[in-house]
């Protein structure tokens, strides 16, 4: 999971000393290690150290989580995902984190670097000799083992004296005991420690060493044992390990392997069999894929049960991601689990399960991405990115080639919307040099993935030889193609055309691919050939016959409450438009496209709204707006690792539109504004773009005091709600009990005064104004 920006975790428990110290240390040195055995509490001191430090540094603190990272590759990918920077080639060069710090102050954490400890060193190494304002904080079990790092080992939570006698009240001093209590509290709330259960208590809390994931385990089980009957057991266990357990394994991992030995002991059969199979999720899973990969034999209602017992004993713990219940257990009892599973004689067995239900999920997002859940299956797909990345790493190291290559097609959008063009294009390069020997049609979509992918880098030699790869599958000696591959083939052959500047050529290609979607019944990849075509046609003139393709485009996909090829089409009429001198026309048309992009958070797509938004205002007279938004488009494209230049039409109406921009005002004027965009970042570009109020919450709150929070009536507000949450005209009508023909007038009335055209507009109006809404 990279996490980028600092997020919030679990409440520390005491470590003010160790907190102030490491701070001290990164004051004095520019990179510091966290050392000590998993389970001590690494985690938590570093991102409460670069949240506390995040103010200091201007918000440029950013922490990796690299426990999911298993490949050292993708560890430069990793980073450049966390800090919003996105790789332009297949191959990570690391010149490009050291541009993006540069000279800037700036604190970087890498949490759990243990298993990537000579990248991660190699990585350091590299940006601390070449950026001279970056500090850098790293967890791991191990020292990275650079000349200039200065290690913290993290010690265990501080704990009375053995014969201690203070009063139940005075105990609450020592943080192992605080950390005990609050979690036993939290999972057994009729919980407390007395006089009677204290002594109990701090024997328990000195035995465990502190170890705060040892004291949580153990604060888990007070549903079930009291602190005594816990101690009694714990006894036996810890005797079990110190025989078990000599040589060489360092005494700093024999308690917490203790300790997780007996909660592993304390499961049953089934419940262990469960929880070693669950461990071969990364990153997290949800219900229906815990029960597809470790369900196995056990009948519906007992895995329910099985499951639920795992929760409440910690081995799996429970969060609430947007709405959807999400699962997730503790590293260290995942790398545990994954020990067992490795002994045991069905680890293919289970890996080849999370394959393959990692594959009907992407080839489901397929069939149903032409339609209206496109946000909520980017935001399921973006939770288990590490699981499709192991999908993906046993399919190419199990000589599943095919398979590999039909997750990475199927999941063509979501590697653009997400910026992951890069790694997908790694992933498809390992799969197609296995020499898939799956079917044709299958096959031809995974080349012209590829080939697509590498146009959008700009990379037109790899593109060229994937298509030259093409058209030996299509003519290979004693075979018919298919009109699905003929299709797919023309769509490869037609783009790069384009892209090579054959633009006649291209149209002409990529209109005969329709024309095979069209007989085949493929919506999205003929949405899409109808997008490209209607926009190359655009730029050379034939705005007609561009507008028309555009209307098809949104014939098929409005019908079907999609969003991702709509936006582009709307956009591409608002640039058709501007192409007759319409700037009034233009604009709205834009707009409503980057509110689509918006909510899809496709960055690729934000960045052709916020570039079309500028040619607008330039059409429209607005130099300064033009500067503005030309400079934040510029900044997305750069991030994204795509050079407008070498683009077919866009780099000459790139240029036209900055010359006539800079003509309208004073060069530092316009300089002044370009560099305004370039600087606002994503979030603030689209803002600016839409017209919203960017001014801090407690002004527009305060305004909207004054002014009245919406324009809606209650019940309007009431169905707003219900369109956002995806219900149609007969759901709300019966949530309300109302008749439907009184839903759909609240509907059209809600578009009207907002000004809207669309029920996705409404969804993303009703998330901005949450708080007046009521919600």
């Not at 604190?107 to 991660?120: F, I, Q, Y």
């Not at 058209?471 to 090579?500: N, S």
């Not at 024309?515 to 019944?521: K, N, Y």
Request: proline letters at 3%; a negative charge; one cysteine or more.
């Amino acid at each position: 999971m990279v996490v980028g920006r600092v997020v919030d975790v679990t409440p520390l428990v005491g470590r003010r000393r160790e907190l102030e110290t490491i701070k001290r240390l990164l004051e004095g040195n520019r990179l510091v290690t966290l050392t000590g055995v998993g389970g001590a509490g690494k985690t938590r001191l570093a991102r409460r150290v670069t949240s506390d430090l995040a103010r200091v540094y201007k918000d440029a603190a950013w922490v990796v989580e690299l426990a999911d990272v298993q490949d050292p590759d993708l560890l430069g990918h990793s980073v450049a995902r966390a800090i919003g920077l996105q790789v332009k080639s297949a191959d990570f060069d690391p010149g490009l984190l050291i541009e993006f710090f540069g000279d800037k102050r700036a604190l970087l954490t890498l949490d759990n670097c243990e298993h990537l400890a000579e990248a991660c060193a190699g990585l350091v190494e590299n940006l601390l000799l070449s950026c001279p304002g970056l500090r850098v904080l790293t967890t791991s079990q191990r020292a990275l083992g650079l000349t200039s790092e200065s290690l913290f080992q993290v010690p265990p939570l501080t704990m009375p004296g053995p014969a201690a006698d203070t009063p139940p009240d005075g105990l609450r001093q020592y943080e192992s005991i605080s950390l005990f209590v609050d979690r036993a509290a939290a999972v057994h709330p009729g919980f407390e420690m007395t006089a009677s259960n204290a002594a109990s208590i701090v024997e328990l809390c000195r035995a465990l060493e502190g170890i705060p994931l040892a004291l949580e385990l153990a604060a888990a089980r007070t549903r079930v044992l009291s602190p005594q009957a816990m101690l009694d057991r714990l006894e036996d266990r810890y005797q079990l390990l110190n025989r078990g357990f000599r040589g060489n394994v360092p005494d700093r991992q024999r308690s917490l392997e203790a300790s997780v030995n007996w909660t592993y002991d304390l499961c049953s059969e089934a419940e262990r069999r469960l929880w070693v199979d669950l461990s071969v999720f990364r990153g997290g899973f949800d219900y229906d894929g815990a029960e597809a990969v470790a369900g196995g034999d056990i009948a519906d209602d007992g895995f329910l049960d099985l499951l639920d017992s795992l929760v409440e004993r910690s081995v799996v713990w429970r969060h609430d991601d947007g709405g959807r219940v999400r699962f997730r257990m503790l590293e260290t009892l995942r790398l545990y689990g994954k020990r067992e599973l490795e002994r045991a004689d069905r680890i293919d067995e289970v890996h080849r399960r999370h394959r393959d239900y990692f594959l009907a999920r992407a080839v489901r997002f397929e069939a149903e991405w032409t339609g209206p859940r496109q946000v909520a299956w980017l935001q399921e797909m973006h939770a288990d990115y590490a699981n499709i990345r192991a999908a993906l790493q046993y399919s190419v190291e199990h000589s599943d080639a095919d398979k590999a290559l039909r997750i990475l097609s199927a999941l063509e959008p979501f590697w653009i919307t997400g910026g992951s063009v890069s790694e997908a294009r790694r992933w498809l390069d390992l799969a197609l040099a296995e020499t898939p020997q799956g079917d044709v049609p299958s096959l031809a979509v995974a080349l012209r993935v590829a080939a697509w992918f590498a146009l959008i880098q700009v990379d037109l030699d790899a593109a060229a030889a994937v298509v030259d790869g093409m058209r030996v599958l299509v003519g290979a000696p004693g075979t018919e193609p298919d009109r699905q591959t003929q299709a797919q083939a023309q769509m490869a052959e037609g783009l790069l055309a384009a892209w090579q500047g054959e633009t006649e050529r291209g149209v002409e290609q990529i209109e005969a691919s329709v024309a095979g979607f069209e007989e085949t019944g493929e919506l999205s990849a003929r949405a899409f050939g109808l997008v490209v075509s209607g926009m190359l046609r655009g730029f050379t003139g034939q705005i007609e016959e561009g507008r028309a393709s555009q209307l098809r485009c949104l014939a098929l996909t409005e019908p079907r409450e999609e969003l991702y090829m709509r936006s582009f089409a709307l956009a591409i009429l608002g640039v058709l438009a501007l192409g007759e001198g319409d700037a009034k026309a233009a604009q709205p048309q834009m707009q409503e496209a980057l509110r689509m992009k918006r909510q899809l958070g496709d960055q690729l797509g934000i960045a052709l709204a916020l570039e079309f938004l500028g040619w607008t205002a330039v059409v429209a007279g607005e130099g300064e707006r033009a500067a503005t938004l030309l400079g934040g488009a510029g900044s997305v494209w750069n991030t994204l690792g795509v050079s407008l230049s070498t683009l077919p039409h866009f780099s000459e109406r790139r240029r036209d539109s900055e010359a006539v921009a800079r003509s309208m005002q004073p060069e530092e004027v316009y300089e002044k504004s370009a560099g305004a965009g370039a600087a606002m970042g994503i979030e603030a570009a689209m803002a600016f773009a839409l017209g919203e109020d960017t001014r801090p919450a407690k002004a527009r709150k305060e305004q909207r005091a004054t002014d009245g929070a919406t324009p809606l009536t209650k019940r309007e507000r009431e169905v707003a709600v219900l369109v956002q949450e995806g219900l149609s005209n007969q759901q709300i009508a019966e949530r309300l009990v109302l008749s439907t023909r009184t839903a759909e007038a609240h509907v059209e009335n809600i578009l009207r005064k907002l000004g809207f055209s669309s029920r996705a507009s409404v969804a993303a109006w009703v998330a901005e104004h949450h708080d007046e809404l009521g919600g």
